[in-house]
Structures are given as structure tokens and as C-alpha cells.
């Protein structure tokens, strides 16, 4: 029954926060220009309260209020409950099936090699105290992706071990079990190089809303402004004559990811282009706040009209609730296809199987 013609894309975010504009340049952008083409068959778009109890497992209250936030997040930058079905995790608790059918088709030493998860367990602080629940969140994942067969998965380089790991399981799965009802998914990065993982206005780690490094869609421009003008630069660029660095610094890093050609003209004329800009802060002579203020403009090219869309949307939350909702339903069916195929394939759905009391009449004569 899996129809390989189809296109499909299923991304998630967690319910850790509000998102950000690390989630916008590394997914969001790319979700909804491809939700935008048209080419898809269909697009799956989750909310993952549930992983995102793996490391918030004492403070549900939080991952509660998010799951609204996210969803209007979603709404706000574009994505289009007419084209993209959004969905919550946990209210889909063939996920919870089919991850539990997944754990025996990984070993732990396999689990232990994943480098996003390995950062994250040193940056959470859990010494020898780790969940098992977040060591094996790549495991979960795998049946998020794999119940909806998507093929397309729009995210940011982090991900990479998290794909990589999907698709071992998926032909670990299709061989045992002599099947091709699961789909190999394929990682779909951004072309920009800068938005692949976009630091944090540290300029430290990747932004994160675990670090609280973060600009939020939901900024105001007041926060915006404030932001933007105590971020990281060069630390060796003291005076405005100083020959300043370009590389590592974020300003310029943001630059790259949101900055576009008629930006200049607009908000910087005596500029042609970013690599003009970057040659004269390289040369010496252009000030820090100069660039930032550039900056700033930018950034609020892209977040004022999603903030107002947000704001639009919030006046309407009872829809919003109800797109949740009716989101959750369609998906959850599609996931229940999936696990009985699975299920199938395995040879556990005694009670579809006509020939399962069959089979063991026949052994008793
Ligand atoms: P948490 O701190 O709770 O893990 P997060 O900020 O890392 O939150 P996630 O919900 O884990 O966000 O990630 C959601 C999606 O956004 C993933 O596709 C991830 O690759 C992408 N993403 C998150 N942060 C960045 C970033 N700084 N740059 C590019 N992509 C990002
Ligand atoms: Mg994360």
C-alpha cells in the first residue's frame, strides 16, 4: 500500500518555548516555501509536547503553555491549515506504539554515538543521571517521521544524526520484517549556509531556547532593538578605525541568513551589496552600531508582519484551538495506517488476521 510516488514533508518543534528565528531561517522559511510550491502530496507539521517532556518531564506546566504558542508561531509565519496539517504529539499515541516496536531495532552503543544528543546531555547537565526517555528521543522521532512516510524532512543541521538514525531504522525495519510499508526519509537543509545553525545572540551556541539566547518571532520591537544592540561582535574591533572580523561575528552571521539585495538600497544606499559592507568593516573605519542599526531594519523587514500575524491569530485562539484539534485528527489517522501496516508486517495483528487461529488449528491436527 506505500505509494512511493508521493511527496510528503513532517516537521516538529518543541514546546519549550516560544520559536525563534533560529527555527525560522533553519525550518520554518523552508516549510512554508515548500508548502508553497505546491509539489507536495502532503505536509505534516507536529507539535512534540511528549519529547519535549523527555528533558521536561518535571515541569509539564510548561511544556503546556507552549503547545498554543507554537501552534500560533506556525500560523504566524505562513504555514496554511488549508495546505499543512498541524498536529500535537502526545494525542497520537500510535507514535507511542510504534516508537516502542522501533527500540528493538537500535542497541545503545548506537544510540551513544548521536553527537546533537551528546552535546545536549553535557549542556543539560545530566552527569550520569540521564533519562532514558531523552537518550532514546531519536527513536521517538524516527516514528514520528516514518508514520506519516514522509520523505522530506525540513530542518536544521542539527537534525542530521537524527535523519541519519531514521533511515537506518527504516531499512533495519523494511529487511526484518520483509516489508517496504516504511519510508527512507531524506533531510531537506537550507541552501544558506549562515541559517543551517544559526548562533545565539551569545554568539556562544546555537541559538536555543534551552540557553536563552534567543530573538523571538514574538519580539517587540522595543526587545528587538535591545537585542540586536548588545549582541556579539569582534572582540577585537574597539575603535571604529579597527580592522574588524566578519567570520564568527553574528552580526554579520544574520546578515547572511536574513539580509536580501534590496535591503541596501532601502536602509543602506551607500552600499551595494553585503560583501561591500563586510570589505570596509574588514578595511577598518565602520562602527559596530552602524552595522547593528542595519541589522535591526532587517530583521524587522521579516518579523514585523509575522508579529502582527501572531497578534491577529491570538485575537482568534478559540480557531486556533480548534485547527490543533482537527489537525491532530487527520494525523492521528494516518499514523494508525502506518502502525497497522506495521503491525502487519510483523505478524502481531492477531485479531485482523484471519489466518492467525488458523495457523494454529492446523499445528494442533
Ligand atoms: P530546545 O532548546 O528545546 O531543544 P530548540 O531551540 O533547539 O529548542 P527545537 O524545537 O529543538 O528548538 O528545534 C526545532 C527545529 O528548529 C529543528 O528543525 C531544528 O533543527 C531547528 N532549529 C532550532 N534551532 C536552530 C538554529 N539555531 N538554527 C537553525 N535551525 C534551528
Ligand atoms: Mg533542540
Redesign the pocket.
Same mark, same amino acid.
Do not use: F
Given at each position: 500500500m506505500s505509494n512511493e510516488k508521493e511527496k510528503i514533508i513532517l516537521?516538529?518543534?518543541?514546546p519549550?518555548?516560544r520559536?525563534?528565528i533560529?527555527?525560522y531561517?533553519?525550518?520554518?522559511r523552508n516549510r512554508v516555501a515548500l508548502q508553497n510550491t505546491g509539489e507536495f502530496d502532503k505536509i505534516y507539521v507536529m507539535v512534540?509536547d511528549a519529547q519535549?517532556l523527555t *528533558?521536561n518531564f518535571d515541569n509539564p506546566e510548561k511544556v503546556r503553555k507552549n503547545v498554543l504558542e507554537v501552534a500560533l508561531d506556525y500560523l504566524a509565519v505562513g504555514l496554511d491549515p488549508s495546505k499543512t496539517t498541524i498536529m500535537v504529539q502526545s494525542e497520537i499515541p500510535e507514535l507511542t506504539e510504534m516508537t516502542f516496536y522501533f527500540m528493538n531495532l537500535v542497541t545503545v552503543a548506537r544510540l551513544e554515538r548521536n553527537p546533537t544528543v551528546k552535546a545536549?546531555i553535557q549542556q543539560k547537565g545530566f552527569g550520569a543521571s540521564i533519562p532514558a526517555g531523552f537518550f532514546t528521543y531519536p527513536v521517538s522521532q524516527t516514528a514520528d517521521i516514518t508514520a506519516f512516510k514522509a520523505t522530506t524532512v525540513?530542518?536544521?543541521? *542539527?537534525?542530521e544524526p537524527m535523519l541519519e538514525q531514521s533511515r537506518e531504522i527504516v531499512r533495519s525495519f523494511n529487511r526484518i520484517y520483509h516489508t517496504d510499508v516504511l519510508v527512507e526519509p531524506e533531510i531537506y537543509l537550507?541552501k544558506n549556509k549562515a541559517?543551517?545553525?544559526?548562533?545565539?545572540t551569545d554568539g556562544k551556541a546555537?541559538?536555543?531556547?534551552?540557553?536563552g539566547n534567543?530573538i523571538y518571532l514574538a519580539d517587540t520591537p522595543e526587545t528587538i532593538h535591545q537585542k540586536v544592540m548588545s549582541m556579539y561582535t569582534d572582540p577585537d574591533h574597539l575603535k571604529v578605525s579597527d580592522p574588524g572580523k566578519v567570520e564568527g561575528n553574528t552580526v554579520f552571521t544574520y546578515l547572511d541568513a536574513f539580509s536580501r539585495e534590496e535591503d541596501f538600497p532601502e536602509f543602506l544606499p551607500e552600499y551595494g551589496n553585503l560583501e561591500e559592507l563586510k570589505d570596509h568593516y574588514r578595511r577598518g573605519g565602520l562602527g559596530d552600531v552602524k552595522v547593528k542599526k542595519f541589522l535591526e531594519k532587517v530583521l524587522r523587514k521579516t518579523l514585523d508582519p509575522i508579529r502582527e500575524r501572531r497578534e491577529e491569530y491570538s485575537r482568534h485562539i478559540e480557531d486556533v484551538y480548534e485547527i490543533l484539534k482537527a489537525g491532530t485528527a487527520e494525523g492521528r489517522k494516518a499514523a494508525g495506517q502506518t502502525l497497522f501496516e506495521m503491525k502487519d508486517a510483523m505478524k502481531i495483528n492477531y485479531f485482523d488476521d484471519a489466518s492467525f487461529l488458523e495457523e494454529f488449528k492446523a499445528g494442533l491436527k
Open positions: 516537521t516538529a518543534d518543541r519549550t518555548g520559536l525563534h533560529g527555527h531561517v533553519g525550518s520554518l512534540a519535549a *528533558d545536549e525540513p530542518v536544521g543541521e *542539527d537534525q537550507s541559517s543551517l545553525r544559526l548562533p545565539g546555537k541559538m536555543s531556547k534551552s540557553i534567543c
